[in-house]
Antibody, heavy 121, light 108 residues
C-alpha cells in the first residue's frame, strides 16, 4: 500500500537548521509531487510548498522563501524538507503529503505520520 | 493567498446532519473545483475525505458529501457518529495551497 514514513522528532536551538525526511513506498516515487504542510501546536494546517521528485523542481510558499529547501533522493524514494534560521514559532509538526497527480487539480493523499520539530534554547 | 474561512466549531447529536462551510474568494474556492476536505483526529495525521469539491475517495463513508455555491464550499456529514468527532479542514490550491482555519466537530 502507499505509505509515507517520516523521520523522528527533533529538538533544535534558535538559528539552527532542521532536515526532515519522508520515505515513500508502494508507488512510483517520481510520478507524484510531494507537498510539505506544517501544524503549530493547537493551530491549523499551513502549506509550505512542493517538490517534483522527477525533475527536482520546487514551488515554495512565499512565507518560507529563502528559508526552506526541498530536495529528494530518487535512489531511495525519499523527499527532504530543510528549514533554516529556526525560530521558536517554527515549533510544529511537519507533514509530507503526496500530490494527486491529476492535471488541473490538487489534493493530498496520503500523509506521512508527522515529525515534531521543537525549537527551544 | 489569505486563509479560507471556516467556523471554529460545530456540534450535533448522533444521527443528525451537520454542515461545515469554507469561504474563500473568486480567485480560489469560487474559480475551480479544487477544494478538498481533511479530517484530523487528535494526535493523528490528516485524512482526505473529499476531493475536487464533491468526490469521495475509496473507503470514505457516503455519509460525507461536498458541494459548492459561489465562493463557499461545504462539507456535510449525515447520520453523525461518535467517531466523526474531529477537526476538519478545507483546502484550495491555485498555484499555491491554502487551508481553512479548521472546524472542531463535537458529537454531543
Amino acid at each position: 500500500q502507499v505509505q509515507l514514513v517520516q523521520s523522528g522528532a527533533e529538538v533544535k536551538k534558535p538559528g539552527a537548521s532542521v532536515k526532515v525526511s519522508c520515505k515513500a513506498s508502494g508507488y512510483t516515487f517520481t510520478g507524484y509531487y510531494m507537498h510539505w504542510v506544517r501544524q503549530a501546536p493547537g493551530q491549523g494546517l499551513e502549506w509550505m510548498g512542493w517538490i517534483n521528485p522527477n525533475s527536482g523542481g520546487t514551488n515554495y510558499a512565499q512565507k518560507f522563501q529563502g528559508r526552506v529547501t526541498m530536495t529528494r533522493d530518487t535512489s531511495i524514494s525519499t523527499a527532504y524538507m530543510e528549514l533554516s534560521r529556526l525560530r521558536s514559532d517554527d515549533t510544529a509538526v511537519y507533514y509530507c503529503a503526496r500530490d494527486s497527480a491529476v492535471a488541473g487539480t490538487v489534493w493530498f493523499d496520503p500523509w506521512g505520520q508527522g515529525t515534531l520539530v521543537t525549537v527551544s534554547s | 493567498q489569505s486563509a479560507l474561512t471556516q467556523p471554529a466549531s460545530v456540534s450535533g447529536s448522533p444521527g443528525q446532519s451537520i454542515t461545515i462551510s469554507c469561504t474563500g474568494t473568486s480567485s480560489d474556492v469560487g474559480s475551480y473545483n479544487l477544494v478538498s476536505w481533511y479530517q484530523q483526529h487528535p494526535g493523528k495525521a490528516p485524512k482526505l475525505m473529499i476531493y475536487e469539491g464533491s468526490k469521495r475517495p475509496s473507503g470514505v463513508s457516503n455519509r460525507f458529501s461536498g458541494s459548492k455555491s459561489g465562493n463557499t464550499a461545504s462539507l456535510t456529514i449525515s447520520g453523525l457518529q461518535a467517531e466523526d468527532e474531529a477537526d476538519y479542514y478545507c483546502c484550495s490550491y491555485a498555484g499555491s495551497g491554502v487551508f481553512g482555519g479548521g472546524t472542531k466537530l463535537t458529537v454531543l
